[in-house]
């Protein structure tokens, strides 16, 4: 008879990851399965916001230091007005006394997953396999048969726990019949990468810069190898997104943002749809959801994949009471359900449904509105510090810890 796993994780992502190396620390054997071949290379997160840091600090094997080491450090960011010139500028030092991390590191999400991997495949309790779709499961009181599709063929894991963090369309949410309730906005938004040095041309840019337009909003920020910029955008048809994605409708929407001599390089484009959706539960038996797989949301703020690392840890602390300590598994995954969706609806949702409207309001009005309550703030440093509490995430986890 095949081993029976302790906890079997679908879906090698940063939350994945995050989980497998949470556990594996605290030897609960774990089998990470990817159905790609490799990890996969997204342009997708590339903030780690500071509570998000210091959880994976106490993952060790060296993993922050690494990410330190590769990332740029983000200790400001701002709100730019393109119409006023003017500059609400968030010094993150204001929360020192907060965090052990008082900036946002910028980093892209696969080389987070690179690093926790690379220390999965040291661990004999850990075991990562790629290749390895789950493509659906049965369970029973006693345990849950996760059934995969390899290279080789198919098997079935025997576990006691099976933990999707497969993404937002994951198979096993779908299979267990879990709405994803919420909506998916009209429009969708254009990620465009380019080396060409912005902060030479604008004054004082930080590496991260929500900017307003009378025209059009975007965000310009800075990883570690590349400027990113992400437009909005409203395809109608196939055919328009052929459009957004072309060189001469990017090099415009660059010559608007700054309009330099000759063509922009372009490192890559990508056109994503912008969902705001969670989960009708996080858990059914022994069937368990964590990151995209239960909740996405609009990237203004980057919460999606922090969140879904706050999933991670809240769950791997309460899987290892359960493994190691035999805890009864009910009352904890209530808990985690409680502390980690509910918390879903009201912060992250509001506040990415919120980061946006601000973003895009068109009457001349509202956006001086918005520009001088952000320069207000910022201006602030009692104001300025519960703003960064919040857009850090910090008053978040903290409430969600609350939660009994
Ligand atoms: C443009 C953009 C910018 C963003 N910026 C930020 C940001 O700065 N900060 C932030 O916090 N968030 C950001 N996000 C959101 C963030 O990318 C996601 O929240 C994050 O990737 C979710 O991580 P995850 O591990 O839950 O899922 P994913 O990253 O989607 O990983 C899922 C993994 O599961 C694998 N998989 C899927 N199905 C199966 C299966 N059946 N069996 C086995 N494996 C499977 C996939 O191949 C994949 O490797 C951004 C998103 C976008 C689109």
């Known amino acids: 008879m095949a081993e029976t796993h302790p906890v079997i994780i679908a879906g090698a992502g940063p939350v994945g990851c995050h989980l497998a190396l949470y556990l594996a620390r605290r030897d609960v054997p774990v089998l990470l399965l990817e159905k790609e071949p490799e990890l996969p290379v997204d342009l997708r997160a590339s903030t780690f916001h500071p509570p998000s840091l210091e959880m994976i600090a106490d993952l060790g094997f060296g993993v922050v230091e690494a990410m330190l080491a590769q990332g740029l450090v ?6 730019r007005d393109r119409r006023s010139d003017e500059v609400a500028n968030f010094d993150m030092s204001l929360i020192a006394k907060d965090t052990r991390y008082p900036f ?59 933990v999707s963090t497969e993404g937002a369309r994951s198979t096993i949410r779908k299979q267990a019949g879990i709405d994803y309730l ?9 990620v465009v990468s380019t080396p060409f040095p912005f902060e030479a ?92 797989a239960c909740h996405i949301n609009n990237p203004l703020g980057g919460m999606g994949m922090n969140g879904g690392l706050h999933d991670a840890n809240n769950l791997g602390a309460k ?10 598994y009910q009352p904890l995954l209530e808990q985690y359900n409680r502390q980690r969706r509910d918390l879903a609806v009201r912060f992250v949702q509001e506040h990415t449904i919120a ?49 009994a």
């Open 104 to 162: 946002r590191l910028q980093l892209e999400q696969y080389e987070f997953t690179r690093l926790v991997v690379d220390r999965l495949q040291k661990l004999p309790c850990a075991q990562v396999r790629f290749n390895s779709e789950v493509t659906g499961f049965e369970q029973s009181a006693g345990g849950v048969t996760a059934f995969v599709r390899s290279a080789t063929g198919s098997t079935a894991e025997p576990g006691a726990f099976l």
């Open 201 to 292: 041309v604008f004054d004082d840019l930080s590496w991260v810069n929500y900017v307003s337009d009378p025209d059009e909003w975007c965000v310009i920020l800075r990883t570690e190898k590349l400027w990113r910029v992400l437009i909005p955008t409203t395809p109608e048809t196939a055919a328009d997104e052929a459009r957004l994605l072309s060189d001469e409708f990017i090099q415009q929407r660059l010559h608007h943002l700054w309009n330099k001599e000759g063509d922009y390089e372009i490192g890559h484009r990508t056109l994503y749809n912008v969902n705001q959706r969670v989960a009708e539960t996080y858990f059914t038996g022994r069937v368990i959801l964590a990151g995209d």
């Open 319 to 328: 899987l290892a009471r359960v493994i190691r300590d035999g805890e009864g």
């Open 355 to 403: 980061n946006k409207k601000l973003m895009e309001a068109r009457d001349i009005d509202a956006q001086k509105a918005r520009q001088k309550m952000l320069m207000e703030t910022s201006a602030d440093p009692v104001k300025a510090r519960e703003f960064l509490l919040e857009r850090a995430m910090i008053n978040c986890v903290r409430d969600s810890e609350a939660v």
């Open 74 to 79: 983000a200790d400001r960011y701002q709100y």
């Open 182 to 190: 919420g909506f998916t906005y009209d429009e969708k938004f254009l």
